[in-house]
C-alpha cells in the first residue's frame, strides 16, 4: 500500500477503469481537478471506464447529467452500470412479459429496453400476482418503503419468480457524514424473510470488470496489469479490482476517510495497492 | 409430539401461559371457542398469563382492546409484554432525560411510564442528536420509513447509546395469507449497517416467562412442570418456553399453518409437547 | 462509564456475581490480588456466584481446581454454568435414553447426572443413530474435529431431535496474545449447514442470571440495583448484566484490553457501569 | 423447467460446460452412460469443459483421475478449477515469498507453481508469522482440524494479510446419504472469528465461466445461447450459470435428489431451464 499522487500513477498505466459516485462526483458536485483529469486522459488518448453500482438511471442520462455539469468528455458509452448486469440477466432468462420492480421511473429503461412490461410496485394488483414472471430490485427511490416492501414480501411469497438485485450496495453517502440506506440493504431484508436466494449484480463481482474489459478489447489488446482501478470503498471497488486481477488505487474522497483508512484495511483485509486522496489533478 | 384437542390438556396443567396474537385472536378478531376458554379458566379459578411481544401499546390499552370484544375476563394484570421488558432494561440504565423512538404514539407509554421524555422520531432535529440518552424500536407504525430510517441510522452513526428492540419478531400474519414486516426486521436492518449490537427483548429469551413465573410464585407455589406455555410460533412461544423448562403446546390458528407443520419442526428441530388445532373448546 | 479501583465498589453493593475465567483467573493462573478479595468477601459475610460460560466439567470439579491453587474460599455451591442450564433442559425434555455429545470426558456429568446415558461421540455407531434422543455440544476438546464433527453433521441432517449448546461462547483466550475456538464455534459451524435451529445456553441469556438470583433470594432478600456483575467480555457478561438489570463493571484482565475498551464499546453500544483493570485487591 | 433426457439437449447447443462431481462422477466413481457421452462429443467434435470448486489437486492430477477409469479423454487442458481463480489472484498480487496454506500436499501446486514458497500449516512456527505474504484455504484434508484451524486464527488476528479460499463449496456427498464439510465451511468459521473479509473464489462467481468461455473464443466464435452449462447443486452450478447468461441444466445424480427438487427451487428461487435425471447417455 503505497501512499502517492494520482497524478504520478497516469503514467504507470495504459487504461484506467473509475468508480463514479466517491471519486469523480459526491453529493457537492464534480471534484475538484476532475474536469483537467479527464481533459489529460483524452488529449493523451487514454481509454477509461466507469464502473458504477447504480441502476437508477440509464447510462445516456448518467452522461447527460455528467454534461450539465460541464464534464462532456464522459459519454455514455464508457458508463458501465450494475443495472447493465442486471439487464443481460434478464435478457437470456426472462424472454417477454411483465417484470415488478422497486425503484425511480428512470429505472424502470434497465427492463423496458429489452421489451419487457416494465410494472412499477406502486401498481402491482394482487390479482396481477400471477402475470409477473420476475422482480427487479434497482433504486431506494421512487416508492413508500412500508407499503412496497410489504407487498414485495407477499408477492415472493407467492410467486417462485427469479428476484434479481440491480445494485448491492448497503448504503450510500449524501452528505459528508450522512449515509442513506441503498436498494441493497432493502433486498437483504426481503431475501431474509422470504429465505430465498436472490440474484446480485455489482461490484465486488467480476461480471462489470469483465464487460468493461471486453469492451476494451475490441478495440486494442490490453494485459490485466495494465490496468488501474480506481475506488472509494474497499468492498466493492478494491475487492473487485483484486479479484479481477487489477492494481487498485483507493481515493479518500468518498466512503472512506483517511481516519478510518487502516482500521478498515486491518479488518477487512483488502489491501489496495494505492491510496490517494483523491483523483484531482491539482493535489 | 402429541396431537390432541387443546380442551384435554386443560386438566392436565395448574397454570396456562399464552401467547396472544395468532392463539387466542387473529386478523378476524376472537378466535371462535375463546370466550368459552377464558370463562371455564374463571369458573375453575385456573391462573394464566398472557406473553406477547408487542410493544405497540400499553397492556392497560390491550386489555381495553379485549373487552371492546366481548372478552371481559382478560385485566391488564395478567398481560405480559416485551415492551414491559425494555422498561425494565430502560429503567435501570437510563435515569432520565430524553429517549428517541420508532413506533406508534401508543408505544411511547413504555418511555414516559418511567417519567423520561419519549421523541418520536418523525420530531427529531439533527441538532439535538447529542441529548438523547438511548434509542428504542418499538413497532412498525407511526412513521415513514424512509426517513425514519435513514435519520435512525445517521444518529447511531454518531451517537453511542444503548439501542433497544423491544420486540423482536421479523414478520406478523395480516390476514390468512399476507404478513407484513415487523419492527424486529427494522432493527435488524438498523443493525447490520451501524454494525452496533442491539439489545434484545421478547420471546424465545427468558424474561417475559420469568417475569410470570415471578408473577405467580407471590400468590402461589407452582413447579414449572405445572405450567403449559400455548402458542403458535416455534421459533418464539414453542424455543422459549421449550428453553424455560415448561410443556408447551403449538397451536396451528396462526403462523405456523398444518400443511408446513411437519416440516417446520423438521427443519428448526425445535418440538412443541403437543400440537391443537386452536385453543377453542368447541373442537 | 467510570474508571475505578475495583476495592471501592465493594463497599457500594450488598451481592456479587464473577465471571470466572479472565476475572479470577487465566492462562497464568489465579490473578493476583484475587485470594486478598475471597477473603474480604467473606470476612464480611458478603453473597457471591461465579457465572461461567463452561460445560467441560462439573462445579465440584472446579472447586476442586480453585482449591489446588489455594482459593479455598470457592465452593461448588456458588458456583453456576451453562453445563447446568443446558442440564436444566434436558432433564424436562428427555427424560430417558440415550444422548450423544461432543467434549471431553468430564463434561458428560451433565448428562450423567440426570441418570440419561451418555454416548461420546466417538463412541457412536451409524447403526446406533435412531436410539439418540439428543444431542450436545459440550466442549472444543476430547475428539478429533473432522471425524467427529462431520459425524455429528450426519446424525442430525438424518434425525429431528433437540440440539444442544452448553456453551455459546465462540473463542477463549489461551494465552496473553492466543485465543482458541470454542464450542460455540463449532456448533454455529454445523448448525449453518444442517440448517436447525440450535438450543444455546450460556450468558448473555438471562438464565443464568435468575438461577443465580432465585439462589440468593432462598437466603435473603436482595434487590437487583444491590448486585453488581463483574465480567471481561461485553457481549456475554456486561450485555447478560445490563440487560438483567445489574450494574456492571468490565474488567481489563482477560478478552478486552484497554487499547481496544473504548473502540469496543464504541462498536457494539454495550456500556458498562464501571471499567475496572481488575479485581484485584492489590490495586 | 422441463424434464428432458440429457441426450436430447446434445443437438440444442454447441458447446457444453460441465460440474464435475456429482455430475461426471460421484462416490461411487464414474457416472453409468458418462463414457458413451464423451465418446460421442469427441466422435461430433463438440467443445465442452470441466468447471469445478476443487483445489485439492492440480488439473493433471485430476485428468490422470480420469484416465485411471478409463475416460481417456478428458485432458488437463479442458478442466478449470476453482483452485486456478484463485493462482491467478495470487500471481497478481503476491509476487513473491511465503504462503501458508491448509489442504493436502498435492494442493500446494496452486502456489508452487506460481514460483512461490508453499508452507502448509503443519510445518508453520509462530516464529515465521512475520514471513507469511498470504493465506490459502485450499482442501478440507491433509491437516489436523482443530490445531490448524487454531493456529490460523492466530496467524490472521497478528498479521493483515490476503486470506484467499480457493473453493467456497459448504459441503460435498461422501456416499449416497452422507456428507463432508468442505473447506469453505471451514473458511467461513475462521472468518466469522477474525472479522475479515475473505478472498473467496468456486462458482457461482462469474470468473471460471468468463475463464472457459475466454479459452472457447480462442478458438472458435460462440454465443452464450449456445452454451448449456449442466451441474448438480443449485447454489452454485445452476447460479452462475444462470448469472452469466447460460441455460442451464440441473441433473439429480449428486447434490439434489429428486424428492428435493421442488422444494429446493421454489426455496431458493433460482431456476434451472432444464432438470435430467443425469448425463447418462443410457437413459
Chains 1, 2, 3, 4 share one sequence.
Request: aromatic share 10%; hydrophobic share 40%.
Amino acid at each position: 500500500m503505497q501512499n502517492v499522487k494520482f497524478s504520478e500513477l497516469l503514467h504507470r498505466y495504459k487504461v484506467f477503469f473509475f468508480d463514479s459516485y466517491g471519486v469523480i462526483k459526491n453529493y457537492k458536485g464534480i471534484i475538484d481537478g476532475v474536469p483537467q483529469l479527464f481533459e489529460q486522459l483524452h488529449r493523451n488518448n487514454i481509454p477509461y471506464y466507469l464502473l458504477t453500482n447504480d441502476a437508477s438511471r440509464s447510462p445516456a442520462e448518467m452522461a447527460e447529467k455528467f454534461h450539465q455539469t460541464g464534464l462532456n468528455w464522459i459519454t455514455e458509452e464508457v458508463i458501465i452500470t450494475s443495472g447493465m448486469m442486471a439487464k443481460e440477466y434478464l435478457k437470456y432468462k426472462v424472454p417477454q412479459g411483465k417484470v415488478a420492480y422497486l425503484g425511480t421511473l428512470g429505472s424502470a429503461y434497465y427492463v423496458e429496453s429489452l421489451g419487457l412490461e416494465a410494472i412499477h410496485l406502486n401498481d402491482l394488483q394482487r390479482q396481477d400476482f400471477d402475470d409477473i414472471k420476475a422482480f427487479l430490485f434497482l433504486d431506494d427511490e421512487g416508492f413508500d418503503w412500508s407499503n412496497s416492501i410489504n407487498l414485495t414480501i407477499n408477492l415472493l411469497r407467492k410467486r417462485n419468480i427469479p428476484v434479481v438485485v440491480a445494485n448491492s450496495d448497503k448504503i450510500y453517502p449524501v452528505s459528508k457524514e450522512q449515509v442513506a440506506v441503498a436498494i441493497g440493504s432493502l433486498a437483504n431484508l426481503v431475501e431474509s424473510i422470504v429465505q430465498k436466494r436472490f440474484i446480485k449484480f455489482g461490484k465486488p463481482d467480476s461480471q462489470m470488470f469483465m464487460y468493461a474489459y471486453e469492451k476494451l478489447l475490441e478495440k486494442q489488446v490490453v494485459s490485466k496489469s495494465e490496468i488501474l482501478m480506481i475506488g472509494d470503498t474497499l468492498h466493492t471497488d478494491i475487492l473487485g479490482g483484486n479479484k479481477f486481477g487489477l492494481d487498485t488505487a483507493l481515493v479518500l474522497s468518498g466512503n472512506t476517510l483517511l481516519e478510518q483508512l487502516e482500521h478498515s484495511v486491518n479488518n477487512t483485509g483488502i489491501i489496495p495497492t494505492y491510496v490517494c486522496e483523491s483523483v484531482s489533478m491539482l493535489d
